[in-house]
């Protein structure tokens, strides 16, 4: 495909490199939660689910070696431990879209369409990816986290709630991942009277979703928990809390225990929550990002914390600054406060329900399959680009008429969040039970509720 195919206005542009330009310049405008995504190149066919196996940490040992046994064979007294692993799972798939543009409707301004064209699929790639890499660290670090829907008439094994996510997999000594079942359950607690530790055995999504206080956006979905033996109706009780023992942190104002307790009051706090986020995570030993944790936010939610007195304490300083006049991305803590227009938003009742997530390095998986770029027809080398892992074709009019050229982009990939369930009181003391330490979320109510 030479570019003496393409119409005589785009030839200089396309050798130019202005078209890549466009693209490219589309692509980083609205980085965000993808830059927390650690790449992991998968060979693997579109559509297909991968395993991969890392490397977890193994725990102290303080017992010293014994001076005899280390003099006294090859071995030098020392027993070789087990290795501990983590896994996760990647489903790879394919997204696109394309633009058509019409060389005989178009010839006025034809050039200026075709980089325009280029800006806005290079934008829509970033945002797809975007919202793509949102929906997938929420969806986990809001999982495990959940609240009855429906009172037990009388104690039953059977338990409805809002969202069953977290609760569907557990993962054995070995790291591996398994479906939650009699063999293998999970330890899980409601928050009524007894605190008592229950196991679940068993859970069946809902044919219907009638998810209400977590997010049908980015996968809430309800259904009903089975355990080994009867909950008590005190604790099976509409609006009660259950958490699974090893759930993500999820941070609420003044210690409610599920997102339908929020109040109006309950706006973002700087110590309360962002500062508590960074502590647990750094007690857990979850590196930053460059020397900072990224706090992804509705500018709604930044407007709210700028009233927190706390907030405002930290940030005196800075008070003059075009940072703090814009709003734009600054750091204050060890915190880097990125606010954006991409943080999941959500009516329950009259309230409005804001979700900032806290990240450390390695939240996210994004698995890029290698074999993306891969064809068996040569192609000229200033029609296809890849930038940032996104492929940019530009094909020729191939229609009847040949008027009709085709701008595309296209990815092969998936996002993922890996486990941490190795990082645990055996190799770090400060370090809680959760299986998923490197991000938390914070839910907020929405200040100004319009």
């Known amino acids: 495909m030479p570019i003496s195919d393409f119409p005589v206005e785009l030839q200089g542009i396309i050798q130019q490199n202005h078209l890549e330009r466009g693209f490219r310049d589309g692509l980083q405008a609205t980085l965000g939660y993808r830059a927390v995504a650690d790449p992991e190149p998968i060979a693997t066919n ?52 394309t633009l058509n543009l019409n060389t005989v409707k178009d010839a006025v301004g034809i050039a200026g369409r075709f980089i325009g064209n280029a800006r806005r699929l290079g934008e829509n790639s970033q945002r797809t990816l975007d919202t793509l890499a949102r929906n997938a660290l929420y969806a986990t670090y809001l999982g495990g986290n959940t609240r009855v829907l429906a009172t037990l008439g009388a104690p039953g094994t059977t338990v409805v ?3 069953v996510r977290g609760f569907e997999v557990v993962f054995n000594l070995s790291g591996q991942p398994a479906a939650v079942s009699a063999q293998m359950p999970m330890a899980v607690q409601f928050a009524g009277s007894s605190g008592e530790v229950r196991n679940l055995i068993g859970v069946v ?14 996968g809430g ?30 941070i609420r104002p003044s210690a409610r225990l599920s997102t339908a307790d929020l109040q ?25 990002i460059d020397g900072f944790y990224n706090a992804y936010m509705s500018n709604r ?22 940072e703090y006049k814009a709003g734009t991305v600054f750091t204050v803590g060890g915190i880097r406060f990125i606010p954006n227009n991409m943080s999941p938003q959500q009516k329950l009742g009259a309230l409005s329900i804001d979700r900032t997530v806290v990240c ?12 993306q770029d891969k064809t068996e027809t040569p192609t000229d080398v200033h029609l296809s680009v890849k930038i940032n892992g996104v492929s940019m074709i530009t094909r020729e009019p191939l229609d009847r008429l040949r008027q009709n050229l ?27 039970n959760s299986w998923f330490k490197r991000a938390i979320v914070l839910e907020n109510a929405r200040p100004y509720q319009i």
């Open 161 to 163: 709630v809002d969202d």
């Open 406 to 432: 085709a701008q595309s982009w296209h990815w092969i990939g998936g996002y993922c969040v890996p486990s941490d369930m190795t990082a645990d009181t055996l190799a770090i003391p400060t370090a809680n």
């Open 301 to 322: 939610a930044l407007t709210g914390l700028f009233k927190d007195d706390d907030f405002k304490l930290l940030y005196r300083g800075e008070h003059g600054t075009t």
């Open 221 to 250: 979905w309800s259904g009903t928990l089975q355990f080994d033996a009867n909950v008590p109706v005190v604790e099976a009780t509409a609006g009660i809390s259950v958490v699974a023992a090893t759930a993500p942190i999820v």
């Open 205 to 218: 999504r809902h044919a219907v979703n009638a998810n209400v206080s977590s997010l049908k956006s980015i």
């Open 46 to 97: 579109v559509g297909e689910t991968v395993t991969k196996t890392r490397d977890g940490l193994l725990p102290v040992d303080e017992t010293p070696l014994d001076a005899a046994a280390v003099n006294s064979n090859f071995d030098n007294g020392m027993t070789p431990k087990s290795s501990r692993v983590e896994q996760f799972t990647l489903k790879m798939n394919e997204y696109g879209i």
């Open 264 to 288: 109006a009051t309950d706006t973002l706090k700087m110590v309360d929550q962002l500062i508590t986020a960074t502590s647990i995570m750094r007690d857990n030993g979850v590196p930053a």
């Open 360 to 371: 450390g390095q390695g939240a996210l998986i994004e698995g890029q399959f290698e074999g």
